[in-house]
């Protein structure tokens, strides 16, 4: 397999093909094979061929960089994705959003750590910076209080109406 000359330090050299032996365009030098390493070692003696060999590679990472970006872009535009969504949506609702799911439409508690969902509400979690963990026991801790505040509130009213006990829809 031949060896990769991506390197702009082969520029400064030509190769012999027949003696594999490199010669440095500058001075009289000759280097045995054309190993990448050994070129710049000898070039560093060449301050300003090898500060300028530095410039040419970094230039050339940058293109490359860019060109990466291009097509990340171009994937983008045709699969029609958006990188970032912005939602305004606050810890109390996500919360009163788990616990109707559980009550109020049935679900599992296990579906709470179910990794679809978590791989939809880490993002949304993480976005609003809140150190809450919101799992399957956070959310039975949650419906538990709810209902105490149900049964308190229904508590009250039914005393008030001297013990006719009604639940509102």
Do not use: W
């Not at 049935?106 to 791989?119: E, Q, V």
């Not at 799992?135 to 013990?163: A, D, G, L, W």
Request: charged residues 30%; proline residues 2%.
């Amino acid at each position: 397999m031949a060896r990769h000359t991506h390197n702009s330090v082969y520029g400064y050299f030509t190769h012999g093909e027949v003696l594999k032996k490199s010669k440095c365009k500058s001075c009289v030098s000759t280097l045995t094979g054309k190993h990448g390493k050994n070129l710049k070692r000898h070039l560093s003696n060449h301050i300003e061929l090898y500060q300028e060999m530095q410039l040419k590679n970094v230039e050339k990472k940058k293109s490359a960089a860019t060109k990466k970006m291009s097509i990340l872009e171009g994937h983008e535009k045709l699969f029609q994705l958006n990188p970032d969504i912005k939602v305004k949506i606050g810890m109390k609702t996500i919360i009163n959003a788990y616990v109707e799911l559980v009550t109020v439409n049935g679900r599992p508690y296990t579906m709470l750590n179910d990794t679809g969902l978590r791989k939809i509400i880490d993002p949304v979690l993480k976005g609003i910076n809140k150190k809450k963990c919101i799992n399957s026991n956070s959310i039975k801790k949650y419906v538990c209080e709810e209902s105490i505040s149900i049964k308190r509130k229904h508590k009250c009213r039914s005393s008030n109406k001297s013990q006719t006990c009604f639940f509102e829809t």
